[in-house]
């Protein structure tokens, strides 16, 4: 028998309005739309090799809304994708900085709180 592989990770994040929160990952954060569900209570987004799932109180009984958050880590330059988002207004966008773990990252947050860190290698 082998040993399992990981292949990938994908977070869910709790939202409150599913619309509003496929909007703002489009508008501001640069993904695209991969599915809302018929209900529109859950939907995926993505950018690159990146899955972010929106999850609504109507399947996220146990979550709280706005309680979550994810480290998207980058390639390229890190300066260039925090102005690009600060041009778009993203929400509580925090200065990029080097950090002690050899990366430089930067967050910001979607309308519901979530936090949202992108990093790249230093």
Same mark, same amino acid.
């Given at each position: 028998?082998?040993?399992?592989?990981?292949?990938?990770?994908?977070?869910?994040?709790?939202?409150?309005?599913?619309?509003?929160?496929?909007?703002?990952?489009?508008?501001?954060?640069?993904?695209? *739309?991969?599915?809302?569900?018929?209900?529109? @209570?859950?939907?995926?987004?993505?950018?690159? %090799?990146?899955? #972010?799932? =929106?999850?609504?109180?109507?399947?996220?009984?146990?979550?709280?809304?706005?309680?979550?958050?994810?480290? *998207?880590?980058?390639?390229?330059?890190?300066? @260039?994708?925090?102005?690009?988002?600060?041009? %778009?207004?993203? #929400?509580? =966008?925090?200065?990029?900085?080097?950090?002690?773990?050899?990366?430089?990252?930067?967050?910001?947050?979607?309308?519901?709180?979530?936090?949202?860190?992108?990093?790249?290698?230093?």
């Amino acid at each position: 028998m082998s040993t399992p592989e990981f292949f990938a990770a994908y977070p869910v994040l709790p939202c409150a309005d599913i619309s509003r929160a496929t909007a703002y990952y489009r508008d501001v954060l640069g993904f695209k *739309i991969k599915v809302v569900s018929p209900d529109s @209570a859950y939907a995926i987004v993505e950018r690159g %090799n990146v899955e #972010l799932h =929106l999850d609504s109180p109507v399947y996220a009984r146990e979550h709280t809304v706005g309680n979550a958050e994810c480290y *998207i880590w980058i390639k390229g330059d890190i300066d @260039a994708l925090h102005a690009s988002l600060a041009q %778009n207004s993203a #929400l509580q =966008l925090h200065p990029a900085a080097d950090r002690l773990y050899k990366m430089r990252d930067f967050s910001c947050c979607d309308p519901d709180g979530n936090r949202i860190t992108f990093g790249a290698e230093i």
